[in-house]
């Protein structure tokens, strides 16, 4: 098994705290731009499906390079790709301030995404190393914690700094921030590839199965499921509530935040002790809860209570979900399993961006919320007919076992 020197049993090493702030300050300075960059699409002349696409090509982007970054990680080394990726998305971020023309920061953001694919895949594989594996669920919890909360705090920066600056100066909070999560970086001990894992590698043609790990499949489905949602709600939160009439939007980020710093202590030990089944299936519950209250706001009060649902039902659910799919994977794929995993949260907040902004323009914000919600039943329904079955087939084999002795 790959893994770092100093990972034993203890989860808060010096390794894995500056995993956690580089990862944090990274996913916070690049995912200001989402909830901005509709809005500026539109200040110099874009259209709503327009507003849609600089988050939908960055997804896109990352997506395709996910799954070549979750095997190159398994067989060429962590540090090589993460500095890689990570220079390339300081590269793009600067780029926008010399830009304001639609179609080449289209360009640029596509380009920007590939830098995200190798970066962000390569951190989750080398939290994967750090975490010892009696405390995945834990250990994956709080990894998982520091990016919805830097996507929360990301939302809320990104909405207030438009309202009251311009999109140039969050530029340059954003890239800062960027910068200094990858500072962080270098201080993390890092094992080299052992010789024996290249040289396996060496002569051997890469395959669509190198390329994705199939035991992480089901995890990844659901996550793509949720993740639609959420794309819908980071991308069009501050052009909904224009559509309402509420102006402090950033109050649903606030909730959403409170909800999971209240959840994770709780969810990842729960998770460790009972099992995936036990945090997931109330999580997708209250993310429909919420997600269903959100479409009805009105004011600012019932955007905080939708956030208290969705945000403690995707606290619980989203880190179980990419723990769960870590544990099924064999110890030598755990960059692919990474990387299939990331690959549906790309995937789910490309076709967020894009499908939800299509369904707004045709009926409005509040409409685009209610028909989310399906994609939310589709996750309850496809796990439920998983627990039922694997259910299904212990109790058969207990029968069976039963039955012989």
């Not at 490309?350 to 919600?373: D, E, P, Q």
């Not at 039943?377 to 069976?400: L, M, P, S, T």
Request: proline share 3%; charged share 10%.
């Amino acid at each position: 098994m790959i893994s770092l020197h100093n990972s034993k049993q203890k989860l808060w090493t010096k390794n894995y705290v500056l995993l956690l702030l580089g990862n944090l300050l990274l996913y916070q300075g690049i995912l200001m731009l989402i909830p901005s960059f509709p809005v500026y699409m539109k200040q110099i002349g874009g259209n709503d499906l327009q507003a849609s696409l600089p988050f939908a090509v960055f997804s896109i982007s990352a997506l395709i390079v996910r799954a070549l970054s979750g095997n190159a990680a398994d067989t060429l080394g962590r540090r090589p790709l993460l500095l890689a990726g990570l220079l390339i998305l300081i590269l793009f971020n600067s780029s926008y301030f010399f830009v304001s023309t639609i179609g080449v920061i289209l360009v640029l953001r596509f380009c920007q995404g590939i830098g995200w694919g190798m970066a962000s895949t390569t951190f989750a594989t080398i939290m994967s190393d750090i975490v010892p594996a009696n405390r995945r669920g834990e250990g994956t919890g709080y990894f998982a914690l520091s990016i919805i909360l830097a996507t929360s705090l990301a939302t809320i920066a990104g909405i207030e700094i438009m309202k009251h600056y311009d999109f140039t100066t969050l530029l340059l909070v954003s890239t800062s921030l960027a910068v200094i999560g990858m500072l962080l970086t270098l201080g993390i001990s890092i094992a080299p590839i052992k010789q024996l894992a290249k040289a396996s590698h060496k002569n051997k043609s890469l395959t669509w199965s190198d390329l994705f790990e199939k035991s992480a499949l089901l995890p990844s489905v659901l996550c793509f499921l949720h993740s639609i949602t959420l794309g819908g709600i980071m991308s069009f939160l501050m052009l909904y509530g224009a559509e309402i009439g509420v102006e402090n939007t950033w109050i649903y980020f606030a909730g959403h935040v409170a909800m999971i710093l209240i959840s994770r202590p709780f969810a990842g030990k729960l998770f460790d002790q009972k099992g995936h089944t036990v945090v997931i299936i109330p999580g997708v519950i209250l993310m429909i809860t919420g997600l269903t209250l959100l479409s009805y706001a009105t004011s600012e009060s019932s955007l905080l209570i939708a956030s208290l649902f969705y945000g403690l039902g995707y606290g619980a659910a989203h880190p179980s979900l990419q723990a769960w799919a870590i544990n099924r994977s064999p110890a030598n794929r755990k960059g692919a399993a990474n990387g299939t995993f990331l690959s549906s949260l790309d995937l789910g907040y490309a076709v967020g961006a894009v499908v939800l902004g299509l369904i707004a323009t045709h009926t409005n914000y509040a409409v685009m919320y209610r028909v989310s919600v399906l994609f939310l039943i589709a996750f309850a329904g496809i796990y439920g007919c998983h627990v039922i079955k694997n259910r299904q087939e212990y109790q058969d084999q207990h029968n069976y076992n039963k039955n012989i002795a």
